[in-house]
């Protein structure tokens, strides 16, 4: 299994967002710097610290000139009532059956039973400049794509 990690250039990929709408990542690409971030479950304890984490600190974000992507197993429908739930500004993806997951290479913790919660950070070309693999410090995710993202906007 190949496994995306810094130096890698992300794999293409489209999935359905949390609006039904399918998000081709070609689309921001060379545009934009990424934060994709692959989480275990909706509204979960962690899952929900960590989406409002990267909620809160979204105009950083974009003030970086980065955009965020939160993508995990759960349906269109799971997603929606997530965002809207704890009002998510950000970009939910669908990844039901985990076809992305694997095609990045994501560990799955505890014994294979939980879903591992990885945060890739890249480029505008698309190369991963920073990965986090955390389950339990699910907020130090966003602390840590902020991080690299203002080190990169230091060096533009």
Known sequence: MNEVKVGSTI???TLPDQNGNLFDINTVIGKK???IYFYPKDDTPGCTAQ???FRDQFEVFSDADAVIVGISSQSVKSHKEFAEK???S???LSDE???IRKLFGVPTNLFGLLPGRVTYVTDKSGKVIYTFNSQLQTEKH?????RILKEV???E
């Open 153 to 155: 906007k230091s060096e």
């Open 33 to 35: 710097n990424l934060v």
């Open 11 to 13: 794999p293409a990929f």
């Open 97 to 99: 059956g985990n076809k």
């Open 90 to 92: 950000f970009t939910l």
């Open 86 to 88: 704890h009002r998510l």
């Open 142 to 146: 966003v602390d840590e794509a902020l």
């Open 51 to 53: 989406a409002c984490a």
